[in-house]
């Protein structure tokens, strides 16, 4: 599933191919995304240039020039690629921007349907959007962060549950959440009102060292996901906890665990992770 990095991955890939394209056509399939997608919604769009991209969270955008432009969300196996018109469109392709000429053109391909690809008419509406959301570790202000951290002080929540709360700060899922905590060397259960403040503080600084470094080697490939260019993220190789269940911890050799939260594994280190 696209956490932050790879959906910051899939905007650095994009952005460069599509600034100051005009969308000539729009072609959406008659399946439902995670909302259902209206063709006349698009219509608005045709003949504007895209002026730049942006990224919140697991929220991506495409600006068209102040006349507002298109929101994409990849849900958990959503891709955004690049692609010649003339190339055989993959299956579980739902949406179709063909740019200028129509030499190549934006696909939103998505398996399992849990994203959805869904216009804006102005930066209001993005800005409500956005409103819903938690700051962003990868962009937020030293005021944003002392937020995110009174509000874990406060909550009866364990910090694996609260790091996943999108309302509280965006772009963590679980791969990077396990790894933050172990990284911060927390155990997963320990609720955020019992925790130091010291503690705190080291588990967001490791929320951002792991999102910053995702973001470098260029997001976690397990299966489905890749960038707009088609390439896969190379940050598997870094992670230390999430998916290694049995295998030596890195810092002290023990196996690592698994534990299940909220339906979702947890990965951790029982000597480390106290
Ligand atoms: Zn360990």
Redesign the pocket.
């Known amino acids: 599933v696209p956490e932050g990095p790879e959906v910051e991955t899939v905007r650095r890939t994009l952005h460069p191919q599509v600034l100051g394209r005009l969308v000539s056509k729009v072609w959406v399939s008659s399946k439902k995304l995670r909302t259902p997608v209206r063709s006349a919604s698009f219509r608005r769009l045709l003949g504007r240039p895209i002026t730049g991209t942006g990224r919140h969270g697991k929220l991506l955008w495409l600006d068209m020039a102040g006349a507002g432009g298109v929101l994409i969300r990849l849900g958990m196996t959503g891709r955004v690629l690049i692609q010649p018109s003339t190339s055989p469109r993959p299956p579980h392709t739902h949406v179709v921007m063909t740019f200028d000429e129509g030499a190549d053109e934006l696909r939103y391909v998505d398996p399992r349907r849990f994203g959805e690809v869904v216009p804006f008419s102005s930066d209001d509406e993005l800005g409500e959007v956005r409103a819903n959301m938690g700051p962003d570790p990868l962009a937020w202000t030293a005021e944003e962060r002392r937020r995110v951290l009174t509000s874990l002080r406060s909550t009866q929540r364990t910090l694996k549950d609260a790091l996943l709360d999108q309302r509280l700060l965006s772009g963590v899922g679980n791969i990077y959440a396990s790894e933050a905590l172990f990284v911060a060397r927390i155990s997963p259960t320990t609720r955020g009102c019992d925790a130091s403040s010291p503690a705190l503080r080291r588990l967001l600084q490791a929320v951002e060292h792991v999102l910053t470094q995702a973001v470098v080697h260029r997001g976690t490939t397990f299966a489905d996901f890749v960038d707009a260019s088609g390439g896969e993220g190379q940050n598997l190789a870094h992670l230390q906890v999430f998916w290694r269940e049995g295998e030596p ?6 196996p690592v665990e698994r534990m299940v939260q909220g339906a979702r594994s947890t990965f951790y ?1 029982r ?3 106290r």
């Open positions: 911890c890195t810092r002290c050799q023990r280190c000597a480390c992770q």
